[in-house]
């Protein structure tokens, strides 16, 4: 009798549960209450006593659970509770709720170029150096230097959490260069990170751990991926002008004005060359006087230094800007990546340096970008690390380095000119396209906006990010005059389309 009863309850809790179930699957505005209802249904359905009826799974977990060994209040907390819950949901995902997330819109050009079967496609979004015959590239000093560690036989043990050493050690003199007083007074915190995102990343969680009232402030455009980290990071963020679409140069009334109105002790991110995506950068002078306002405001510059060799040619000369910060005395950060100098874009590895005005500071500082580093990911990567020392702390091979980046440097140079001179040939409009040849690095942004951009993979195949940038590295010699029709081609005939799209979608200037 007691036992039907019982049976009776079960399988009455077991209905209710199915029915929240199908109604938490239809709507997702009551998804959260329905799905707490409906897991503590669960839940209780499979409890002792009155759950002997239903197959359990061989869990060690759920058993003690039967077994009433567990606190009651455990059943709705932690890892006991979900793994029951788990037990009875057969049909219905408990990731029901997980919305489908948007392409990156960078990496995501790379997958939708990789679906595309035309042989006239051609890759100009993610920044990847290729050959002229438009193939990815291992520079021949990395393959020196992974010889030289195979001979050596190197181990795999742990790094410390701070990285390798001597990478950090060759790394920061890369930087500042090796005579500068602050690496001399050793007042630089270097940390070895996941490339330059990590970096950054890093950097970003420090920010909001030690400047919680704080804001940092970046171009307006900036690498897509900069609101990306500072919003995970939940580090509130806003905009200064920088690009100017009248003069397709830079707005630098509006960035030191924007600079200024900002809220005292801002971290100030500033692309320290080849700024991407519009490849525009402050000359010296502009530099002097950004670093003005940033003193006169008590703001903290925070540089993202993801090109360097790579814009000019010439390490020293892309370092420019950080070397004048830190002359001026201005404590800083520097996110540093050798993705693309190096082509190590797969071995994610780069830095995070925090120049300090006092030796315990920058002591103090690093402490606490180890802690914060010790439970995202413990430990950096080995491998990148002692190719990064390798050549650069060997005199032998950072020449030939450079050489290598100068030839890369050099190659990218060469297509800008040779399409600068395309699209000036074949456009009979008349229209000015100076302004490719004005902009540095690896990427050229065309002016093109979202519905040329879209027009440019859909008819033509070639694949860009929809803020009109073109990956110049990915280009070749050879391919200059059919992305010169098709950027005419974009420009002319969508052209009243796209003004009326462009005033309708209007980017957001702030954001948490
Ligand atoms: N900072 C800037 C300004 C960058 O352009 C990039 C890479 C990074 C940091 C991070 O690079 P890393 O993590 O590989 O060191 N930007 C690329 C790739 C080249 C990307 O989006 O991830 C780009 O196509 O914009």
Request: charged share 20%.
């Amino acid at each position: 009798m007691v036992g039907s009863r019982r049976l009776l309850i079960k399988n009455g809790v077991v209905v209710v549960y199915v029915v929240l179930s199908v109604l938490r699957w239809r709507s997702h505005r009551i998804l959260r209450c329905f799905d707490r209802m409906a897991s503590a249904l669960a839940s209780v359905a499979l409890s002792a006593p009155f759950a002997r009826g239903v197959p359990l799974p061989e869990n060690p977990m759920v058993q003690r659970i039967g077994a009433g060994k567990i606190h009651d209040n455990r059943l709705f907390k932690g890892k006991a509770f979900r793994r029951v819950s788990m037990a009875v949901s057969v049909n219905v995902s408990r990731f029901d709720g997980v919305t489908m997330a948007p392409p990156d819109p960078i990496l995501g050009v790379s997958e939708a170029f990789r679906a595309d079967t035309s042989d006239l496609k051609l890759n100009l979004g993610v920044g990847a150096y290729r050959t002229e015959e438009l193939q990815p590239y291992v520079l021949n000093v990395v393959e020196k230097a992974e010889k030289l560690m195979l001979e050596r036989g190197e181990n795999k043990e742990y790094l410390p959490i701070e990285g390798l050493a001597a990478f950090n050690k060759v790394t920061a003199e890369l930087l500042f260069g090796a005579d500068n007083p602050v690496i001399q007074e050793g007042r630089v915190a270097t940390i070895q990170g996941l490339s330059g995102t990590g970096s950054l990343r890093l950097a970003a969680a420090f920010i909001q751990r030690y400047f919680s009232d704080a804001k940092a402030l970046i171009s307006s455009p900036t690498w897509g991926n900069h609101k990306n980290i500072f919003n995970d990071a939940r580090v509130p963020w806003s905009e200064y002008r920088y690009y100017d679409p009248r003069t397709v140069g830079l707005d630098f009334d509006g960035m030191v004005a924007d600079i200024k109105a900002a809220p005292d002790g801002s971290f100030v991110l500033l692309h320290g060359c080849a700024h991407n995506p519009t490849g525009i950068d402050p000359t010296p002078d502009q530099w002097e006087k950004i670093a003005d306002v940033i003193q006169e405001k008590n703001h903290i510059p925070f540089f993202d230094v993801a090109y360097q060799g790579f814009a000019s040619g010439s390490l020293d000369a892309d370092a420019y800007s950080v070397r004048l910060f830190v002359r001026r005395g201005f404590e800083l950060l520097v996110a540093q990546s050798y993705s693309k100098n190096l082509g190590l874009y797969a071995e994610r590895i780069g830095a995070i340096n925090v120049v300090c005005s006092s030796p315990d500071a920058g002591t103090r500082v690093k402490s606490q970008l180890k802690r914060l580093a010790r439970p995202m990911y413990s430990n950096p990567p080995v491998h990148g690390a002692r190719i990064v020392a390798n050549v650069v702390g060997d005199p032998n091979l950072f020449n030939e380095w450079k050489q290598e980046m100068e030839l890369m440097a050099g190659r990218i140079k060469n297509v800008r000119q040779r399409l600068y001179e395309n699209l000036s040939q074949k456009d009979e409009s008349g229209k000015d396209w100076s302004f490719v040849l004005k902009q540095i690095g690896m990427f050229s942004y065309t002016g093109l906006n979202k519905v040329q951009s879209e027009h440019m993979m859909d008819k033509w195949h070639i694949y860009m990010t929809k803020d009109g940038r073109i990956s110049l590295a990915g280009l070749s010699l050879s391919k200059c005059e059919y992305l010169a029709d098709a950027i005419i081609d974009s420009f002319h005939n969508l052209f009243t389309a796209a003004l009326l799209v462009s005033k309708l979608v209007r980017p957001s200037k702030v954001n948490v």
